[in-house]
């Protein structure tokens, strides 16, 4: 006999604050049900790739185990929060607005789904409606419902539903997607992601658990807090470049700087704790205004001209504001260091060996096909003139 269990997939918070605050776009969250007792995850393979388009994909592969002896059908739904005032647009479609490119397959099939508007309710179980008999609050910055009937005012969600029938042993269940990267004061970009949810299942864990970071056919320089794995475990290298170190501040961070790779970190019998989630977020977090002093060239991205503006409007402590012409150097040099071209010239030398994210590397030759408009930029830059852009 067939089971079906309402469930969860996704709880993805995409929300646009004001301004002065930056945007929030999503969070990333496991596979989950609300209630499973029988069926348990054995194996997860998280893999988050790092993009210059603003946004990360994420590819999870899980290993789940029916002990039942009857195929059991799980109702499962991937559940986005509404952006939050982001120009207070409704999509009645249930179709996410900065979620991309949806895809499930289980047991090597592909898992077709729907989309619909839910409201929340006491139990937490999205409650899927008929968006007619509701009205779209555009006056409370785009993250109410209210019931024409009723007068009832409720938060809603966009959903992606669909069936997944567990055989009887062991099941595969392959899940991709991709989604914007959010933006906050002093923060070029931050990914956060629940893993915590993992525990909804029935050992309450994850029993093998692997988490991939790629930063393929670019570099990225990012912090991740340390206690979410625990003290003793820590990333490494699988492929391409990468430094790591814990961050000289006190705050218990990883710092790392990964180019054209994968740093990996593997735990066996890994229970989250909803009070210490995933996040990785831009190290200028740290180098611009954790600090409290803004070090010039201690943090560079290829998606972001945030370098300029920063250079431009910020007086830095590693250089002597009046030193234009070394800054002018440093500016026209940073996209090909970010690369790993070496310097012959002592004082850049110095410099960019001085800073976390440099690795160098004897096999780059100089080459500006593979820039960026944020590299054309900043290579082009005239110290004391703000882009026109």
């Known amino acids: 006999m067939k089971q079906i269990i309402t469930s969860v997939l996704l709880a993805l918070v995409a ?17 989950i049900p609300l209630q499973e007792t029988q069926i348990s995850v054995k194996k997860e393979v998280l893999t988050i790739s790092l993009r210059d388009n603003g946004y990360a994909d994420v590819d999870v592969y899980y290993e789940f185990y029916n002990p039942e002896s009857t195929t059991k059908s799980v109702k499962m739904g991937f559940e986005a929060d509404p952006p939050y005032n982001d120009a207070y647009e409704f ?65 809603f969600s966009y959903v992606y539903y669909f069936y997944a029938d567990f055989k009887p042993g062991k099941n595969i269940v392959h899940h991709t997607y991709s989604y914007c990267l959010s ?46 794995f625990g003290a003793d475990n820590r990333f490494v ?60 060239g201690a943090f560079y991205d290829r998606s972001s001209p945030s370098f300029v503006y920063m250079a431009e409007t910020m007086e830095p402590t590693n250089i002597a504001p009046a030193d234009k012409a070394f800054r002018q150097r440093i500016c026209h040099n940073l996209p090909f260091a970010h690369r790993g071209h070496i310097f012959k010239d002592a004082r850049l030398k110095k410099f960019f060996e001085s800073q976390f994210w440099y690795m160098p590397d004897p096999s780059y030759k100089d080459d500006t096909s593979d820039f960026t408009k944020t590299d054309k930029e900043v290579m082009n830059h005239k110290i004391g003139h703000l882009s026109e852009e």
């Open 15 to 31: 929300m646009t604050a004001a301004a002065n605050d930056g945007t929030y776009f999503t969070d990333g969250n496991q596979l």
């Open 91 to 155: 999509y009645p479609s249930g179709v996410h607005p900065y979620i991309k490119n949806f895809t499930v397959e289980m047991n090597g099939k592909k898992i077709d789904h729907d989309n619909a508007v839910a409201i929340s309710s006491e139990d937490k179980v999205p409650q899927i409606i008929n968006v007619s008999d509701w009205k779209f609050d555009d006056d409370d910055m785009g993250m109410t419902l209210t019931n024409k009937q009723t007068g009832e005012q409720k938060g």
């Open 183 to 228: 933006v906050i004061v002093g923060t070029t970009w931050d990914l956060s992601y629940k893993l915590s949810p993992a525990a909804r299942w029935a050992n309450k864990r994850i029993d093998d658990f692997t988490l991939v970071i790629k930063a393929e056919n670019t570099a990225k320089h990012f912090l991740i807090d340390k206690k979410v």
């Open 237 to 296: 290298k699988k492929s391409g470049n990468m430094k790591i170190r814990t961050l000289p501040d006190g705050s218990g961070r990883w710092e790392i700087a990964l180019r054209n790779g994968e740093a990996q970190i593997h735990l066996y019998n890994f229970t989250p704790n909803p009070e210490e989630e995933l996040n990785i977020f831009s190290a200028d977090t740290y180098y611009s205004y954790g600090a409290d002093k803004y070090q010039y």
